[in-house]
């Protein structure tokens, strides 16, 4: 389930909560796509940040939002707007990790139009 009602959902999770602050406390990646970067937001996670998360979400976001950006990257964290960016989603995580080429690559595989400049 997805959307605001998943969203919902997961605010009852603790494991998830523990698992999301231990990763920003580690210094590793974490993020979300679709309405949950307003999860990310109650848990504090989005705090200095820049995000961006679906438009039915978005103005719910208190710190600096990149409206009408696919993917964005602000150090460790990682966001998208929803499904329609899960590729671009999907590409900047291992662009992340493993690089500019590996990404392209990854991308020709699935006959994804990777963009000329990094994400």
């Known amino acids: 389930m997805g959307g605001i009602a998943g969203v919902e959902r997961l605010h009852k999770s603790r494991i998830l909560k523990k698992l999301l602050t231990e990763q920003k406390k580690a210094g590793r990646m974490y993020g979300g796509i679709c309405s949950s970067p307003s999860f990310l937001q109650k848990q504090g996670l989005l705090k200095d940040k820049i995000a961006t998360a679906h438009p039915a979400v978005i103005d719910k976001l208190t710190g600096q939002v990149a409206d009408g950006t696919g993917v964005v990257i602000d150090g460790k964290l990682i966001t ?25 690559s990854v991308a020709e595989g699935i006959v ?8």
């Open 80 to 104: 998208c707007r929803g499904l329609g960016t899960v590729i671009d989603f999907s590409l900047a995580i291992v662009s992340k990790f493993f690089g500019h080429a590996r990404a392209r």
């Open 112 to 119: 994804f139009e990777y963009p000329k400049a990094q994400l």
